[in-house]
């Protein structure tokens, strides 16, 4: 074999070995164990805390609002839906940790008359004209229980 | 005559070293699998659970609850460009001419733009991530960064994303989108931090009329099988063969 | 937090219809219409080179090296646009180590480096190591070392190891075309495998990247060509270019006959995208395709070109002609990978709706950024030109 092929394959052969041998200290641990992937990531997902407790954690301390709840029409509707998540709100007991929705127009999210929401499922008013004098809906409909 | 003797002679030494440093290392492959040349893939067991998810759209109201719900559960960006979980307003006129909106993914409520009488049919379409089990955006990911789960989940490894862009491209569904702060792919997860540890998915708990059915397909008595059996179940782009997981009841044809 | 995002709140009071929220952002911007520019340019410019060196157009023989040291300093800059606009260009070498397979970007860095390693480099160490070995006796300094090393320790340059230098020159060349119409025809299967994007997903896109490529690595050459003789005030060569002109006029038959089919078949069958991509092209890209790309960068060139072929006019109205064409197309073809990469991405996969494309001055993926990544090519070969000039290499007698 002439001399510049041999020096060819010698340089191609280091640079595959210099290769392989970098690839085995890049790869990440746990690659390849479930599949194309860092099998450790799931547990990187995993590890996210939970935001929105649930209705178990707002009961222990406001059980009054939350037997209201049972009653009315909003009885399959979660608190945290409104009231925003409560994680913080569940260790500081802060008001400020909290969301107190306020303004017609939050109660219009669900109220409010739109063609494309199916009558039957929701109540609607035209948040424009519905006793406009009043500046918020609680002042007289309880969100826990709306129509009595 | 001398120098081709002497030529041969090179030639065979060569083959024969490269001959034994390859056998070598196959050698030592087999003793202990070495990561470098190749990793055993392992199958994994077939999980019992494979999760799915139903939408009714004859129950959604559009309140944006369930959008809301997903931007403070997981800190996605609250601009109107980033969203895992949108909903869209589908107004079809009497003319036949349909309009889509979704402002600021429907998180501040809707309005029809066109007045009521024009208005010859609308409803509401939540849009989430299909969680696909033939994926597209899984197929193109040129690294690995994005999986499917033991339970049929599609997830992002932010760790390790390279921030190309390809799998953005590949969503027929526009489900992804890059992450304006850590520059790597970003989706729904189906809150798997929460689905792990028991609990539902932020914007299946947020819904107030039931209209997000979160479940195990695999659990033929759960409330997802239930729900696709009690009604005719569509998904979207079926032509793709995404093998998309989202199914929807009361899907109309112009849905995209 | 406005500020960083003042462009995207532009862009939503630009959007035309409806698009989903996640696409108010095109994904991929200018420095992906360059990488398929730039390696279009690099297969196509040693397309042109094996012309000379596997099917003996002996008219070629003055661009031979020319073309292989344009797409060699082409190919040194064709991955820069592409890992300068990741999210995360510091972990690019995870694609080396576990590229996805199903993934045709992953792909990418074993094609790049065989093509850079096995074919280019190879091709020019053979066709210039008689050259450097004397080299290496002749200069003095930093460069006596520079060529020495680059000799690998062969020194032998007599008439026996020179057959040898051609016969794997030759046989490197004969490898390097199937692996010049694989470096290109992944980046079209990039596109055309995307199903989701019905601008992109098409069986032809491999096909029609790859005629374009060549199109414009044969333009390109002959611009070199033009610009090297102009700096070194020499005559050019007439046969070789008319032979050139030849080479760009069919392939650009080809090309324009591919993509004219492409576009056909999609107004005929009119399957659910049609009315959508109409629109696309009737608007949006009226400029850039209708004009740019197939005015000026096709029927011009063609027309031109094919006058040719029936009348001759004299030397210097086709040497201007020649001069003025290499560059129509090489802008045409810019214009071609811009229609399908921002084409793509300007209507929604909802097909209900259009966003907008602003392209910036600075930032990661600004118009100064693309200007640099053309620059850098330019000034690579011209040092190449200095350091390995073709017109002071020893002619070998055959």
């Keep these: 074999m002439p001399k510049q092929l041999q020096r060819i394959l010698l340089l191609l052969s280091i640079l595959v070995i210099i290769f392989i041998g970098l690839r085995h200290y890049l790869i990440p641990e746990s690659f390849g164990e479930l599949g194309h992937y860092r099998a450790n990531s799931l547990l990187d997902n995993e590890a996210h805390i939970p935001k929105y407790l649930g209705n178990d954690f707002c009961i222990d301390c406001h059980d009054s609002e939350a037997s209201l709840l049972t009653i009315g029409k909003h009885s399959k509707i979660k608190c945290e839906t409104c009231h925003g998540p409560g994680f913080k709100h569940v260790e500081s007991n802060e008001k400020v940790d909290i969301i107190l929705p306020s303004g017609r127009d939050f109660c219009g999210l669900c109220h409010s008359l739109n063609k494309a929401r199916p009558i039957n499922k929701v109540k609607q008013v035209d948040i424009k004209e519905h006793n406009i004098e009043e500046t918020e809906c609680i002042n007289c409909h309880n969100p826990h229980e709306p129509w009595n | 005559m001398e120098l081709e003797y002497k030529n041969k002679k090179t030639r065979r030494d060569f083959f024969k070293a490269a001959g034994i440093f390859t056998g070598g290392v196959l050698f030592a492959t087999l003793l202990k699998p070495y990561k470098s040349l190749a990793y055993k893939l392992h199958e994994g067991e077939t999980s019992n659970v494979w999760y799915g998810i139903g939408i009714d759209i004859e129950k959604c109201i559009g309140c944006g609850r369930c959008a809301n719900a997903c931007k403070n559960e997981n800190d996605v960006p609250r601009e109107p460009f980033y969203f895992r979980n949108w909903v869209e307003q589908y ?6 001419e349909v309009i889509v909106e979704s402002p600021n993914g429907g998180i501040d409520g809707f309005t029809q733009s066109i007045p009521d009488e024009d208005i010859y049919k609308s409803f509401f379409v939540p849009k989430l991530c299909n969680h696909c089990y033939k994926s597209p955006c899984e197929q193109v990911c040129p690294v690995g960064a994005t999986y499917r789960s033991p339970e049929g989940i599609i997830l992002v490894d932010e760790e390790y994303c390279i921030g190309c862009r390809y799998c953005v491209q590949a969503c027929p569904y526009g489900c992804r989108f890059i992450h304006p702060k850590k520059k790597v792919a970003s989706k729904c997860t189906y809150c798997y931090h929460r689905v792990k540890k028991g609990l539902n998915p932020a914007c299946m708990d947020a819904c107030p009329t039931g209209a997000r059915i979160f479940g195990n397909l695999r659990d033929k ?4 099988a239930e729900f696709l059996k009690e009604h005719n179940c569509h998904v979207l782009k079926p032509h793709l063969n995404t093998g998309s997981k989202l199914y929807y009841n009361g899907l109309n044809m112009e849905v995209k | 937090m406005i500020q960083e995002h003042q462009h995207l709140y532009e862009a939503l009071s630009k959007v035309d219809g409806y698009i989903f929220p996640n696409e108010i952002e095109l994904n991929w911007s200018i420095l992906i219409v360059l990488y398929p520019y730039i390696t279009g340019l690099v297969a196509g410019a040693f397309i042109l080179a094996s012309l000379e060196r596997v099917f003996n157009v002996k008219a070629l023989k003055p661009i031979y090296v020319i073309s292989l040291l344009t797409a060699l300093a082409f190919m040194l800059t064709a991955t820069m646009p592409l890992i300068s606009h990741l999210g995360h260009p510091g972990r690019f070498y995870e694609l080396m180590i576990t590229p996805h397979f199903s993934s045709a970007m992953a792909i990418f860095g074993f094609v790049y480096l065989w093509y850079l390693m096995v074919v280019l480099l190879l091709e020019l160490w053979f066709d210039y190591r008689k050259d450097i070995v004397i080299w290496s006796k002749e200069k003095k300094g930093l460069l006596k070392y520079f060529y020495k090393a680059l000799t690998l320790g062969v020194t032998d340059i007599s008439p026996e190891a020179v057959k040898w230098d051609e016969k794997l020159g030759y ?12 470096l290109h025809g992944y980046v079209g ?9 019905p601008w992109w997903s098409s069986v032809s896109m491999p096909v029609i990247f790859l005629f374009s490529a060549m199109v414009s690595g044969i333009a390109l050459v002959m611009f070199v060509y033009f610009a090297i003789n102009y700096f070194r005030k020499k005559v050019v060569d007439m046969l070789c270019l008319d032979t050139i002109a ?19 078949h999609r107004i005929y069958e009119a399957e659910e995208s049609f009315e959508i991509i109409s629109m696309l092209v009737s608007g949006k890209l009226i400029f850039t395709l209708g004009i740019m790309q197939v005015l000026l960068g096709t029927i011009v060139p063609l027309l031109a070109l094919g006058l040719f072929q029936l009348y ?19 802008i045409g ?3 071609m990978r811009w229609n399908v990469v921002i084409g793509g991405q300007l209507f929604s996969k909802s097909f209900y709706g259009f966003t907008s494309f602003k392209l910036s001055l600075i930032g990661q993926e600004g118009l100064l950024m693309a200007i640099v990544w053309i620059i850098v090519p330019f000034l690579i070969l011209w040092a190449l030109l200095l350091l390995f000039p073709p017109w002071k290499k020893v002619e070998v007698e055959d």
């Design chain 3, 312 to 330: 001759k006019p004299k030397d210097i109205v086709r040497k201007w002609t020649y001069f003025i064409v290499s560059i129509l197309v090489l």
């Design chain 3, 189 to 197: 299967f990039i596109f055309g495998s995307v199903k989701a994007n």
């Design chain 3, 171 to 182: 046989i490197v060349t004969v490898i390097g075309i199937p692996s010049a119409f694989l």
């Design chain 3, 333 to 335: 073809i810019f214009f």
């Design chain 2, 91 to 96: 107004t079809i006129k009497n003319d036949g």
């Design chain 3, 246 to 264: 030849k080479y760009l006029f069919y392939i650009l038959i080809i090309d324009f006959t591919l993509e004219a089919l492409d576009q056909i």
């Design chain 2, 221 to 224: 008595s759960g409330p997802l």
